[in-house]
Each structure stands twice: as C-alpha cells, then as structure tokens.
C-alpha cells in the first residue's frame, strides 16, 4: 500500500517589528524619509549609503549602519533598495562580491523602490528565484512630500503572497 504524499502547505505571518529585521539600501532624499517610518514603527533596521552623512539621520534614530549591500543583506529578512539609477540598482542587489542577493539567506525578499527598467526587475527576479528568495519590483510615486509625510503611491509587482506579507511596512510608507 503506497502512502499518500504529504503536502505542506507554508503559512507566513504577516511582517512585523517582532519578526522580520529590515535592511536599507539608499538613503537620499526619499530613501531616508521613507526608512524613517520603519524606524519609528520599531523595525529593527540596517542601512547603507555609500555617503555615510546621508545615512547619520537614521542611526542617530536607531539604525544600524553595514558597510555594505552584502552586509545588509546578511542581517535582514527583507531589503528595500531605492537609489539613482538602473545601473546602481544592478551593482547593489546583484554583484556577486557585494550585493545584497549573495547575503540574503533563502525565503528573504528584496523589494526594489527605485524607477528602473522591467528587464532589470526581471533579471532581479530570476536571480533571487535561483537562490530560493523572492523579488518585487515596488517603484513608488509622490516625490519627496510623500516619501515625508508616508503617502506615496507604491506600485508593487510580484508574488501576491510575498506583497501580501510585505503590505504592513508598504502601508507605512504610503
């Protein structure tokens, strides 16, 4: 008689200050106000920006500073990315020496802010599913004003189970 396989079916708590450590890559002028309200929402956050005085706002808050996208990575559940360009964005998530993909452990997700290409969300994504993670694309819209006052228009593209999970830090951010 042949057993019935089992199916496991993984239920993921919604993201919360009590289980899920944030990582910040980009803390410029949208990155650091929109950093800030997870700061202040009691997420246990760690940034980088090669400028570290663009940085000092939020450790002052109580961030952590890495000294790297990779070391962010590491100690972080899930990473948010919001910086200049597309090549910066491929440089901090994808590099194999020092971007964020090669620290961040299976089942992390890296959540990219910045305005970029759709080949590049693509590329991102295919990488992160090699490794076992998860990717979405979230480009945001309202400028600095939103990004201050915590209501910018997020327009997150992915696994609706992974932006499902992701909605409580997206709500604090717009």
Known sequence: MAAAAATTTTIFEPMSPSN????WIGTGVMGS?????????????TVFNRTL????PL?????????SPLA???????????VGFPSDVRS?????????????RPGGVLVDMTTSEPSLAAEISAAATIKGCHS??????GGDRGAKNGSLAIFAGGDKTVIDRLSPLFALMG
């Open 20 to 23: 899920t450590r944030v990582g």
């Open 33 to 45: 106000s929109m950093c800030s309200h997870l700061v202040k929402a009691g997420y246990e956050v």
């Open 53 to 56: 005085s663009k940085a000092q």
């Open 59 to 67: 450790i002052d808050m109580g961030a952590r500073l890495a000294q």
């Open 72 to 82: 962010v990575a590491s100690q972080s559940d899930v990473v948010f990315s919001i």
């Open 92 to 104: 901090v998530l994808l590099d194999s020496t020092s971007g964020a993909l090669p620290g961040l």
């Open 136 to 141: 979405v694309d979230a480009p945001v819209s």
